[in-house]
Each structure stands twice: as C-alpha cells, then as structure tokens.
C-alpha cells in the first residue's frame, strides 16, 4: 500500500505504522500477535471507509492529483496485451505531455491516447505537468486518424489541469490544435471511449475527449476551469480555489447527474493509487463492454450517437 498520505489521511498514518511495528516484532520476536494485527488492521480499513465515504470536492481534488495516481502510459500496459508507443507529430516535435500506441486488446487492435503527468519533479517538469502544446494535440491526431484508416477503435485517457497557456503554445497554434481534434473527433469513423484520470480541464481535456462514451474515476475532476484559475478570475485570489471547487461541479457524481458523462469507475478503497493493477483490471472489464456493443454500430450510428450525446450535456432552468 502507498503512505504517502494526504492531509485528510494522516489519522490512518498512525494506525499503519503501529501495524508495520507489529508485524517487525513478530518476525523479530517470533511472537504470535496474529489476533492484534487483525484487529488494528480491520480498524484502519473501517476508519479508511469512512474517510472515503464522505470527502468534499477540495479533498477529491487532492486525491486526483495524488502524485502516484495511476498514469496513461502504465495502464496502457496494464490493461492491453500488448502495447507499442507511437511518437512525433510529423511537423514539429514529440511532446511527451501526451503519450499514445497501438495495442491488442483480447485479439483486437486498438489505438491508445493519453496525457502524461509525472510522479516526481523531474519526470513533472520532463511531462509539463501533463500540459499538451500545440504538436502533443497534433499527435493525437495523427494516431486517431491513423486508427481511423485501419478501422481500430480509440481508447483515451484524460489527466491534464488544461492545455499549456505560454507564448510558444500560442505562436505555434494551441486554439487551433484543440478545435481541430474538436472537430475532427466529431467526425470519427470509429468508436471511442475516455476515462477522466485524475484531472480532466478545460478543452486541453476535451481535445481528446469527444468520445460515444466518456467515464471518470470515482476520484477524478472535469471541469471546464482549474477550481484555481476559476477563483483567480470570480475572486481574484486563487486560494480561494476551496470555495470554486464547491461550486464548479467538478465531481464525478456531479458530472453524471448533468449528462455529461455515461458512469463512474469504482476505485480501490483509498484511491487508485493504492492499486493500479485493480484499476487496469476495472478498466479492460470497461472498454471490452463498450467495444463489443459499439462496434456492432456502423460508422453513421457512431457519429450520430456521439452527436446526439454532447448535444444532450447539461441541464437547463429558465424563470
């Protein structure tokens, strides 16, 4: 299990380590204390439940960005049988913020898309913090109209807090680049299917998200801001990012009862990172399901199905 806790989790720090001292001195001492591990163990899985059950979205929001939250390139391997990273955008450059392949998937083919965090400073700065340029969209592209030609379908992972917003993402095209892969992923041939990851922002998340299914991680966000950018535009001062999470309506919970996603993915007690092999396992269980059930459609009745799923988002009150 990982311990790096969060603020929320530090109770439970003390419950693990009096179990780790426990379990040293029994192989130390050679002392059956079997009864006593079992006990404080089943205590710290209830206190887990507990403190799971009831998180608020500033909470979710650090769980999402755990920094060993599974990523796109280890579940690639995980969920596929096979798997072969694919690089380069033919026109600029390989961005390493979004990451993608060819796989098999129980016999299939497919295609594979992801944004890629890193788990520790350097491999953050090397990813930028999962923060596409314009040429990581442009890739994207290139690998979903590759699938396109040789009629695979398209699995994406989402995981970015938006698109990067310097000067050279703008000079090289970014608005651009997002609202082609907009346009473009309307208009595929071939079935898709996302997982919002960990964070999921703005349109450098919906640049690889128009998809006929979409899910997000129990533990995930989507939103259509950062709950810091959001607070450093309404109240100009982005510490206040607890109360625009409240508002925004970043959980998964939130996002289904709005229609824009079509169900949630149940994660291990304490978060995906506490066990990505449980989460890849969820996950192939998933795409198999709607792989087998969406390409039973022809390539008209997907892009209807996709159209008729993001004209129907959200709900609507008038006076």
Not at 204 to 220: D, F, H, K, P, W
Not at 267 to 294: C, M, Y
Not at 299 to 312: C, I, N
């Amino acid at each position: 299990m990982n311990r790096k806790a969060l603020e929320f989790e530090k109770p439970l720090m003390e419950l693990y380590e009096k179990i780790d001292q426990l379990k040293a001195l029994s192989v130390e001492g050679n002392v059956d204390i079997s009864e006593e591990l079992q006990r404080i163990e089943k205590r710290a899985e209830k206190m887990q439940k507990e403190i799971f059950s009831s998180l608020t979205p500033v909470q979710i929001l650090q769980v999402a960005r755990h920094p060993n939250r599974p990523d796109s390139l280890s579940m690639m391997r995980l969920v596929l049988d096979r798997f072969v990273p694919l690089q380069g955008d033919r026109q600029f450059r390989d961005d390493p913020s979004i990451v993608g392949g060819m796989g098999i998937l129980r016999q299939r083919p497919v295609m594979v898309i992801g944004h890629q965090k890193g788990h520790d400073t350097k491999e953050n700065i090397y990813r930028n913090f999962g923060m596409p340029y314009p040429e990581g969209y442009r890739k994207a592209l290139r690998l979903m109209l590759m699938a396109e030609k040789f009629n695979m379908p398209i699995v994406t992972f989402i995981d970015t807090p938006g698109a990067f917003p310097g000067i050279e993402a703008e000079e090289r095209g970014q608005s651009e680049a997002i609202a082609r892969n907009l346009r473009e992923m309307a208009n595929l041939s071939v079935p898709v299917v996302t997982f919002v990851m960990g964070e999921g922002g703005s349109g450098g998340a919906l640049a690889i998200g128009v998809s006929n299914r979409v899910y997000m991680m129990e533990y995930s966000i989507y939103s259509v801001i950062s709950p810091e950018g959001c607070a450093s535009i309404l109240f100009r001062d982005s510490k206040k990012f607890g109360q625009a999470a409240e508002s925004l309506k970043i959980l998964a919970k939130d996002c289904l009862d709005l229609g824009i996603i079509d169900g949630i993915i149940k994660e291990p007690l304490g978060g995906a990172h506490h066990s990505w092999k449980k989460t890849s396992v969820k996950l192939r269980k998933r795409i198999n399901q709607d792989f087998d059930e969406l390409l039973a459609l022809d390539a008209h009745e997907l892009k209807q199905q996709r159209y008729d799923k993001f004209r129907s988002m959200g709900v609507f009150t008038g006076a």
